[in-house]
């Protein structure tokens, strides 16, 4: 059951005009799947928990209902969820004032990086639209998740800040980006139905509350256009959700593999992906475009 996102007085200036910003409550509960649900408060039994595993949300960063769960796959299906295709690949979005200057700054920088790389297109909500991101540092549950595709409403990216101990989400621009594209459709990419023949999972090394995070999509409800890829900002790294210190919970099956995942920047994959998956490449003239920003600018 979508929980809405109460508006007070919160005022912001866009565009030269007041207009009234949702404000969102310090304590929210974004839907789980019931198959993944997990105590939201089990992060204490990780050593160094990931900002992108401590919300216990599906997969430790993602919310989502029953219904998207049962039919979801590398990207979201448009042709069963066509509501949750942002319209014409365009997404209103707000960064809360919350957030310091160069948090701001950084955030910015994951929009510009998708924009540019893309034929999504972020734009700064007007006040009218009905649906848009609301980007907020939720304190619980706290650390870095989104709702996968569009939710409706005044949708939350929340993207913890850094603190004492830790640059959290905003260290650098890439764990945005991870969120957003969360927010755009696109799930982890070691989920593939076809992931046995690049990666192990290791079982014994995962937290067992956890074990579910790791399961992977049936044949029917995976689609892959691209080869696997390792270098993927939407990829698990190696030790996510394990017991502790050399307990990798993930390892490349394939040989010369010296990473999994990284929250760096958008890898070729990505971006072909998130092309493809917002139709993108439909336009020849586009499609030159967008293929050639992705192989020079991927990582």
């Given at each position: 059951?979508r929980?809405?996102?109460f508006v007070?007085?919160?005022?912001l200036h866009?565009k ?8 969102v409550?310090d304590v929210?509960?974004p ?14 039994m990780?050593e160094?928990?990931?900002p992108?595993?401590t919300?216990g ?5 993602m919310?989502?209902?029953n ?6 796959r ?19 979005y707000?960064?809360?004032p919350?957030?310091?200057p160069?948090?701001q ?7 510009h990086?998708?924009?540019f790389?893309t ?6 909500w ?9 980007i907020?540092p939720i304190?619980y ?22 603190d004492?101990t830790?640059?959290?989400?905003l ?5 945005a ?9 696109v799930?982890h990419?070691q989920?593939?139905w ?11 090394n995962?937290?067992p ?5 790791f399961?992977?999509?049936?044949l029917e409800n995976?689609t ?5 890829d390792?270098?993927?900002i939407?990829h698990?790294?190696?030790y996510f959700f394990?017991?502790g210190?050399?307990?990798p919970t993930?390892?490349?099956k394939?040989?010369g593999?010296?990473?999994l ?11 072909l ?7 993108c ?5 586009l ?7 992705c ?5």
């Amino acid at each position: 059951m979508r929980r809405p996102i109460f508006v007070l007085f919160f005022l912001l200036h866009l565009k030269n005009a007041r207009v009234i910003l949702p404000t969102v409550p310090d304590v929210m509960h974004p839907p789980v799947p019931d198959d993944a649900k997990v105590d939201r408060d089990m992060a204490f039994m990780m050593e160094d928990p990931d900002p992108e595993v401590t919300p216990g949300l599906f997969q430790g960063d993602m919310a989502m209902t029953n219904e998207i769960y049962n039919y979801w796959r590398v990207g979201i299906r448009w042709d069963v969820f066509p509501e949750k295709l942002w319209v014409n690949g365009t997404v209103p979005y707000v960064i809360s004032p919350i957030y310091e200057p160069s948090d701001q700054v950084t955030i910015l920088k994951a929009i510009h990086i998708l924009n540019f790389m893309t034929c999504v297109r972020f734009v700064p909500w007007d006040g009218k639209a009905k649906d848009y991101l609301l980007i907020w540092p939720i304190k619980y549950p706290k650390g870095c998740w989104s709702f996968v595709g569009r939710f409706g409403g005044a949708q939350i990216v929340s993207l913890q800040p850094p603190d004492a101990t830790s640059p959290n989400c905003l260290g650098t621009e890439g764990r945005a980006v991870h969120e957003l594209m969360h927010a755009l459709g696109v799930f982890h990419e070691q989920s593939r139905w076809d992931r046995d023949k690049f990666v192990k999972i290791h079982m014994d090394n995962i937290i067992p509350q956890y074990k579910t995070n790791f399961d992977k999509q049936s044949l029917e409800n995976t689609t892959y256009s691209f080869e696997y890829d390792y270098d993927s900002i939407m990829h698990y790294g190696k030790y996510f959700f394990s017991k502790g210190k050399n307990k990798p919970t993930i390892t490349a099956k394939q040989p010369g593999i010296k990473r999994l995942g990284q929250r760096k920047a958008l890898s070729k994959g990505d971006c072909l992906k998130l092309n493809d998956l917002y139709g993108c490449f439909d336009n020849p003239r586009l499609r030159r475009k967008y293929y050639t920003l992705c192989q020079f600018m991927g990582i």
